[in-house]
């Protein structure tokens, strides 16, 4: 069991940066991989970035490569460094965990944090 609680959003002009952090508790927050999804409104949601148990593995999606760092600067807490924001960033993010498949396919479980607005607006 895994429980995700974010923070971090707010508001920021386009070309600016964002930090978003993830605290995870719980029994397996070991052994899970961890994920950002977003969702903006009136669309699904979209996997941003994921990263597996440890930081050896991490990707990312092309909408967000380059700009966007996934990583860890403690012990179960997470980051979403963004960069170079762009309107279209505009989302609640998620903290979500999961796991990484052999063939490189993040799967989610349904472990969610509450989310955290992020908007970027002139």
């Known amino acids: 069991h895994v429980q995700l609680v974010e923070s971090g959003g707010g508001l920021v002009q386009p070309g600016g940066s964002l930090r978003l952090s993830c605290a995870a508790s719980?029994?397996?927050?070991?052994?899970?991989?961890m994920a950002w999804y977003r969702q903006a409104p009136g669309k699904q949601r979209e996997l941003v970035a994921y990263?597996?148990?440890?930081?050896?593995?991490t990707g990312y999606s092309d909408s967000v490569k380059g700009r966007f760092t996934f990583g860890s600067d403690a012990k179960n807490t997470y980051y979403l460094q963004m960069n170079s924001l762009k309107p279209e960033d505009t989302a609640v993010y998620y903290c979500?965990?999961?796991?990484?498949?052999?063939?490189?396919?993040?799967?989610?479980?349904?472990?969610w944090g509450p989310g955290t607005q992020v908007t970027v607006s002139s």
């Open positions: 990263r597996t148990p440890g930081g050896g593995t």
């Open positions: 719980g029994s397996d927050v070991d052994v899970v991989a």
């Open positions: 979500n965990a999961g796991q990484l498949s052999r063939t490189g396919v993040y799967h989610e479980y349904d472990y």
